[in-house]
Antibody, heavy 121, light 111 residues
Framework: QVQLQESGPGLVKPSQTLSLTCAVS??????????WTWIRQTPGKGLEWIGY???????YYNPSLKSRLSLQVDASKNQFSLKLRSVTAEDTAVYYC?????????????WGSGLTVTVSS | QSVLTQPPSVSGAPGQRVTISCTGS?????????AHWYQQLPGTAPKLLIY???NRPSGVPDRFSGSKSGTSASLAITGLQAEDEADYFC???????????FGGGTKLTVL
C-alpha cells in the first residue's frame, strides 16, 4: 500500500497562491498505473475532484479550477504538488492527495490524511 | 448539488442489512463507468471500500458489497456493526468533467 502525506500552510490570505505538496512513500511516483490526484472536501460542497497528474507530466484539471490551477510532479523527491492562484474564502477546505487507478474506470486507491487550509486575512 | 445523488442518511440496528443508493446520469454511471464507494470515519480521510462496482480491496469484510444497474449503483452492508457508523460516498468517472464526480455522502447510523 502506498502512503501519501500532504504538507503546506494551513492559512493563506485571499488573492494569494495556495501551494501544497504530497510526499509519496511505499511506491514510485513513476508508476505507470497511478494517477496522482488532488481532492478537496468542504461541509457545503462535499468532495470535489481538483485534478490529476500522470508521471509523464500530463494533467487533467477540473474545468471550474483550470484557470487558477497548476499540478506538477517532482520525480527526484517522489512527490507531486498543487498550486492554486488567487484564492478566496471559497477555497477553504480539507485538501487530500490520492493515488488514482484506471483499471476499473477511475478511482482512488490510497489517500493522504488530509490538510485543512483556511483562506482568511 | 453533487453530480451523484445519495440519501443524506440511513440507519439500522446491529445485525441488520442496509443499502445506500447512488443515482447518476448518462455521462457517468449510465455511460457504463463503474461506481466506487468510500467509507469515511469521523475525523479521517475517505477509505476505498468498493471499486469497479462490486470489488472489495483486501481487508474489507465481505459484509460490504456493491452493485450497479443502469444509471444507479448501490452499496449493501449486512450484519451491521457499531464500527460501521460512518459517512459513505459513491464516486464515478464523468465524461462531462473528464474526471471524478462524487455523491454528497450518506451518514450511516447504527441504532
Amino acid at each position: 500500500q502506498v502512503q501519501l502525506q500532504e504538507s503546506g500552510p494551513g492559512l493563506v490570505k485571499p488573492s494569494q497562491t495556495l501551494s501544497l505538496t504530497c510526499a509519496v512513500s511505499g511506491g514510485s511516483i513513476n508508476s505507470g498505473d497511478s494517477y496522482w490526484t488532488w481532492i478537496r472536501q468542504t461541509p457545503g460542497k462535499g468532495l470535489e475532484w481538483i485534478g490529476y497528474i500522470y508521471y509523464s507530466g500530463s494533467t487533467y484539471y477540473n474545468p471550474s479550477l483550470k484557470s487558477r490551477l497548476s499540478l506538477q510532479v517532482d520525480a527526484s523527491k517522489n512527490q507531486f504538488s498543487l498550486k492554486l492562484r488567487s484564492v478566496t474564502a471559497e477555497d477553504t477546505a480539507v485538501y487530500y492527495c490520492a493515488r488514482g487507478r484506471s483499471d476499473y474506470s477511475y478511482y482512488m486507491v490510497d489517500w493522504g490524511s488530509g490538510l485543512t487550509v483556511t483562506v482568511s486575512s | 448539488q453533487s453530480v451523484l445523488t445519495q440519501p443524506p442518511s440511513v440507519s439500522g440496528a446491529p445485525g441488520q442489512r442496509v443499502t445506500i443508493s447512488c443515482t447518476g446520469s448518462r455521462s457517468n454511471i449510465g455511460a457504463g463507468y463503474d461506481a466506487h464507494w468510500y467509507q469515511q470515519l469521523p475525523g479521517t480521510a475517505p477509505k476505498l471500500l468498493i471499486y469497479g462496482s462490486n470489488n472489495r480491496p483486501s481487508g474489507v469484510p465481505d459484509r460490504f458489497s456493491g452493485s450497479k444497474s443502469g444509471t444507479s449503483a448501490s452499496l449493501a452492508i449486512t450484519g451491521l456493526q457499531a464500527e460501521d457508523e460512518a459517512d459513505y460516498f459513491c464516486q464515478a468517472y464523468d465524461t462531462t468533467l473528464s474526471g471524478a464526480v462524487f455523491g454528497g455522502g450518506t451518514k450511516l447510523t447504527v441504532l
